[in-house]
């Protein structure tokens, strides 16, 4: 904890990694997300917990512009990444995708090898000059996603083969393999019992001394265990953004307090 | 207060419960049998009466091809040897059967010069005519020539004529069938398997025993082939940007609405549009598989496009989401990942398709595949203008014609039919099933 809080301190000097002003998202009539303002770090972890329903994965989505893929989905307000607008006319959401990697909820690798699974994003954005360069990054997004000593000898098995906890982990190694600087995990614990997502949240933290990571979750608990600011959505709103510590000890909002007391949600 | 119930006793509702079940089980396989006995009956009556189709009967005689009157000039010319028609064959080949006929002792009683030439079919004089101007060389010679026993003969050996028929039949007298029979068991005569059926072009109407599929078949072939070059390309292009790319609005539905629709517009609408548009628009000449198969293409491309598109959408969508989400594009998503997927499916639905055209018959009606062919078309693309028949077509032509030996050729035509039909279903699931992959 107290490295944590290190890391915390050193970087709360540095502009925000992503910041959002007045975000609103509809969905053909419904107002899903209501004038969202949020500063997102770098190389830390930020969980957006909320009851269902509250807009917290709409907002993430939007954070990679997966929101477009929705025909009746319709974002307005202002979203910077490095200080450029990913909204602007000009943005390919495909190089921003690229750049802002995204884990699902429900692990979803393609029915191909666990080596193709790594090597697609790298293969489709040119990363790898020859096949030698090919494998290092499939084994480095494999060392850092925890999965290369489960893997290694296996690594042209069917990557739909593996458990549930390790098609997750290699859906993070596909993720990282395309060298994202933004990594998006959309509940990526649901679906996986209590030892795998140990070890997905255990991955989660070490990811994030080089990645800025956002997540949502449904667990409180696991938003306090890893994550360093939070944010509580409700109905469409931000109710509050803090230190995680600080959501789950003091929080400022009585809704905030309510739904972590279990009394909404 | 009511006693408590027993487990062990049922309830009448219970009971009646049951009884409903039981009743509907009986009806349900009651229909599966039913359906069972009607493909059971259709296939058992075709193959009685088609399997004769693959036999046939021939007699092999030594003939002298006696130089003076089929090579008058003397020059062994194709050309001037071509001025003897099948008409100065025939005598020559009725004067070695009844030659041998003696020579084996075998009696000719009650049977005249006439009597004896119908043995032979009609085209036995032609197909000798055509190996002697292929082979010049030949005359002179004495060969032992096997030649297609006539029509009724040919039915005798295959139970469809039998002496009391013959007795009220013009075309044949009781004599002939002894005769026939006598010259079986001098082995002369013999039946054996049929390769002229699959290989060899249509004949006349009096020509039976002559009769085969090769034109039809190849012709249907060809038909196949533009079919599968055209609507697959277009129907699989049609149905991934309709799925995938299209936006969703009135325009779209409309075309989709009508997409379905035309998958169940009659097929002889597809005749007339094609003999619109293709021949008397286009110009493009009558009886061509070209035309046929631009017809099966408007016909087959609803069931590619519909069944593209069942297996694009049954794809699931968090295998689109995870290829966005790595940064593909939307085409590299499709390309890369959903269409895989979805091939196993889209072969099904092609190959069912072809099937469906493969059979139909009513659409080439119209555009002229029914006339009758001898010639083999050329190879393609050249071959695909030239006039055909069809498998189908054929079957249909077969069963207009007089000589009842022509219900068993077209039994038999619809069995190779069925054979084709079966085979392509079988294919269609094995690819399904080496493809299918699990996600």
Redesign the interface.
Known sequence: MNAMQQVEGAVTHHAPKISAKGVDVFYGDTHALKAVDVEIADKMVTAFIGPSGCGKSTFLRCLNRMNDTIDSARVTGRIVLDGEDIYAPRVDPVQLRAKVGMVFQKPNPFPKSIYDNVAYGPRIHGLARDKPELDAIVEKSLRRAALWGEVRDRLGAPGTGLSGGQQQRLCIARAIATGPEVLLMDEPCSALDPIATAQVEQLIDELSSRFCVVIVTHSMAQASRVSQKTAFFHLGELVEFDDTDRIFTNPGDHRTESYITGRIG | MTPAKSLLVADPRTRARNTAEARFRALGLGAVLVGLGALLLLVGTILANGAGAFRQTYLSIPVMLDADRLDPAGTRDPADMAAVTTFGYAPLLAQALQQHLLERGIAMDGIGPRDLMAIISQEAPAQTRAMVLQNPDLLGQTLRIEMLAGGRIDGYFKGRVTLQSAERDANVTPAQLVLAQAMADAGIIETRFNWAFLTGPDASGQRPEAAGLGVAILGSLYMMLVVLVLALPIGVAAAIYLEEFA??NRLTDVIEVNISNLAAVPSIVFGILGLAIFINFAGLPQSAPVVGGLVLTLMTLPTIIIATRAALSAV?P????????????KM?SVF??VLP?AAPGILTGTIIGLAQALGETAPLLLIGMVAFVRDFPAAPPEGLFDPASALPVQVYNWTQRADPAFVERAAGATLVLLGLLVTMNLIAVLLRRRFE???
């Open positions: 936006p969703k699931p968090s295998i689109r989401a995870a290829a966005l989400g790595l940064g593909a594009s590299q890369h990942h997927l992959r699990r996600w």
